[in-house]
């Protein structure tokens, strides 16, 4: 399955999802998908996340608790799901404030080995 | 209640909860409370995540996607949920990777004003 088509099926089954995007943690996407109704701007977004990604990352390897394996981040107006892919590339779901969270953590660790296999 | 109780009552009451700390984003801590089972240096853990922490409460500020309020951070060996109390100060949670995560979020969603309270 293509990158967009696993995306689209990440951000279709998630009550509140508003997009979802696969990045390096160099803040530059390998594709996305956003729903219409995605008023926040998902890439900008995401960009803005990497280089903090890219900081937790470090410092979990400075702690060494084992690897990365997923972020969240909830503000008032919504949440972002972070889940590692491989070493260089990350997976983000943006859901409203009121999206199915568990529902969103679920499916990325579902979806992150087909991205990975999609990756090779 | 005093800090030390409320961090007391919420590592005992979540499931594989290893220690609760709040903390200023400038990575000195109020309080904390770890048990004797915790390994991890939950202080040095929380000192590591502040300055990340303070970097995340930026980057929702740019985003204006609202107040930040819960970050949570998953790597192989350990979570940690953050929750943030007051513009300065947040409290961490740390578990170790069996534990009870969607209880830690809830019981500092429940306490989160308490410390706010204890903070003034």
């Given at each position: 399955m293509e990158f967009k088509a696993i995306l689209k099926m990440l951000v279709q089954q998630?009550?509140?999802?508003?997009g979802g995007v696969i990045m390096g943690y160099?803040?530059?996407?390998?594709d996305e998908y956003l729903t219409d109704?995605?008023?926040?701007?998902v890439q900008t977004l995401a960009i803005e996340y990497a280089s903090v990604l890219k900081e937790i990352k470090r410092t979990v390897g400075v702690l060494r608790t084992g690897e990365l394996e997923e972020v969240s981040i909830i503000s008032q107006q919504c949440s972002v799901i972070v889940r590692g892919v491989s070493d260089d590339f990350f997976v983000a779901l943006v859901l409203t404030a009121d999206g199915n969270f568990g529902k969103g953590r679920y499916l990325l660790k579902r979806e992150a080995p087909k991205l990975r296999e999609a990756l090779q």
């Amino acid at each position: 399955m293509e990158f967009k088509a696993i995306l689209k099926m990440l951000v279709q089954q998630c009550n509140g999802a508003l997009g979802g995007v696969i990045m390096g943690y160099d803040g530059i996407a390998i594709d996305e998908y956003l729903t219409d109704t995605a008023g926040l701007d998902v890439q900008t977004l995401a960009i803005e996340y990497a280089s903090v990604l890219k900081e937790i990352k470090r410092t979990v390897g400075v702690l060494r608790t084992g690897e990365l394996e997923e972020v969240s981040i909830i503000s008032q107006q919504c949440s972002v799901i972070v889940r590692g892919v491989s070493d260089d590339f990350f997976v983000a779901l943006v859901l409203t404030a009121d999206g199915n969270f568990g529902k969103g953590r679920y499916l990325l660790k579902r979806e992150a080995p087909k991205l990975r296999e999609a990756l090779q």
